[in-house]
């Protein structure tokens, strides 16, 4: 855990922002594989870990500022739990680590929130995600299931989004050790990749290494020779000479912040020249685009600049014709790229998304598209010092989704499909660094970049 003033801190800058009211907070509770002592990884809410910075399950905590209370409600394990899992420490020393000093049973929860009920104050919730948070929520303030996300506290998320969104010092050290852990884990899938090898073999070694560093992957990696498959988990095929492979994954540090990187790179150590062609395009649009990135910059003007940036070197290739900037704001392009530029990250690889795209990425000022492609941007607002987020521009060649188009033949003003069917086998290309915002620009976390030029990747696969 970071030092206990530090979640105090937090706490008290929440209560300037968001007033009056009884603000709960729900932590995560151990989720079972088949009953509940054999149970999942457990995994604490990002939001209660920032407040609170304890992985522990079945808490709650609440805020009421009207009453100077600041309460953890927590029970202490009993001498079952001690047989199996060992000495564990009390809720109140616990409570400790984050300076709370008022903790109570659980089941202390309901009689305070009815007591706050009856009085008619505003309790302030987050968007639960979990169903068993649902079924409390249901139990305790009696909302509906249909009705859980509408009720939610807008002032309450607004407030934890302003607040998580910048990242404070203590946290953007922590996530360049994600990204140190990350540089390993995707070096060592560099180095190791051969023809002959199944994807699963270099995809189980970086799994293994975060484990090795007390880490863990921050979402399941992404490794494979169809990089065309944006989230593609199957880790089944033989990767053989002449393929590209592509390794998306990051590592979640023993404090829970994430990193997020990808790479893809040619089985058998050579690009062709057609990969080359292609590689260079995305290579191109991530690193112009780093370069705008600095405070006061919307990041939706960095996407769609990125965008043509892909879109002129698709041009050149004769992918793509006509006006490149015209084409873009139309949508043309995400034929070849129908995902968003990046997203925040934090102590989640997809930083609030619980909290909602909509709260974390936008504001009054910028509003998400309605665009194919566009619309899957997670972040169009102004940049701010502090914000962490991924920059992951790509081309992928879609059989299903070039089909579709062609079919239609949309876009035929920017789109050469006799072109593009010489690319349907091509797979797909990502890559992806995660930046920090700073007072003048904007910087590429971790010590190192990992391997990105062509000539780059080719020396380290050699
Ligand atoms: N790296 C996976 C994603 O950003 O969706
Ligand atoms: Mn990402």
Avoid at 37 to 48: G, P
Avoid at 310 to 329: P, R
Avoid at 434 to 443: N, Q
Wanted: hydrophobic share 40%; aromatic share 8%; net charge negative.
């Amino acid at each position: 855990m970071f030092k206990p003033e530090v979640y105090k801190s937090r706490r008290e800058n929440l209560k300037k922002m968001l007033g009056q009211g009884v603000y709960l907070f729900l932590g995560n509770n151990e989720t079972p594989m088949n009953y509940p002592a054999n149970a999942y990884h457990f995994r604490q809410d990002s939001t209660f870990l920032y407040f609170y910075g304890l992985n522990l399950p079945g808490m709650a905590a609440v805020i009421d500022p009207e009453n100077d209370k600041d309460i953890i409600f927590a029970n202490d394990v009993d001498i079952d739990d001690i047989i199996w899992m060992g000495p564990q420490p009390y809720v109140k020393d616990l409570a400790q680590k984050c300076l709370v000093n008022e903790t109570h049973p659980f089941a202390k929860l309901a009689d305070y929130l009815a007591e706050a009920v009856k009085k008619g104050r505003k309790i302030h919730f987050l968007p639960p995600y979990k169903h068993d948070n649902m079924i409390l929520l249901n139990e305790l303030l009696g909302i509906k299931f249909a009705d859980m996300k509408s009720s939610a506290s807008l002032d309450f998320i607004k407030a934890v989004v302003k607040l998580r969104n910048v990242k404070e010092q203590v946290e953007i050290e922590e996530i360049e050790r994600a990204c140190e852990i990350g540089y390993l884990m995707h070096t060592a899938a560099m180095k190791m990749v051969k023809p002959g090898m199944v994807e699963r073999e270099i995809a189980g070694m970086m799994e293994g290494i975060s484990l090795s560093y007390g880490a863990v992957p921050s979402f399941p990696i992404i490794l494979t020779k169809n990089g065309q498959t944006l989230h593609n988990h199957e880790h089944g095929n033989v990767l053989k000479t002449g393929d590209l492979m592509l390794q998306d994954a990051g590592a979640q540090t023993p404090m829970f912040y994430a990193s997020d990187n990808t790479r893809t790179v040619p089985v058998g150590g050579r690009f062709s020249q057609k990969q080359k062609e292609i590689y260079n395009c995305v290579l191109g649009a991530i690193n112009g685009s780093i370069k705008l990135m600095k405070p006061g910059v919307t990041y939706l003007d960095v996407h769609l600049s990125a965008c043509e940036i892909l879109a002129n070197g698709l041009k050149d290739l004769g992918l793509m014709k006509g006006n490149v900037k015209e084409a873009v704001q139309l949508g043309a392009h995400a034929l070849f790229m129908p995902h968003g530029l990046g997203h925040m990250m934090g102590l989640d690889v997809h930083d609030m998304e619980d909290l909602g795209q909509i709260n974390v990425g936008y504001d009054e000022k910028i509003q998400p598209s309605s665009i194919f492609g566009t619309a899957f941007l997670r972040l169009g607002r102004e940049l701010e010092p502090g914000f962490v987020l991924t920059n992951e521009p790509g081309i992928y060649f879609i059989p299903e989704l070039i089909d579709i188009w062609k079919k239609e033949n949309k876009f035929a003003e920017y789109i050469n499909y006799a072109k593009v069917e010489e690319y349907r086998d091509f797979g797909g290309i990502r890559l992806e660094d995660d930046i920090l915002i700073t007072e003048t620009g904007s910087r590429i976390l971790g010590e190192k970049r990992i391997p990105i030029s062509v000539e780059e990747v080719e020396n380290i696969m050699n």
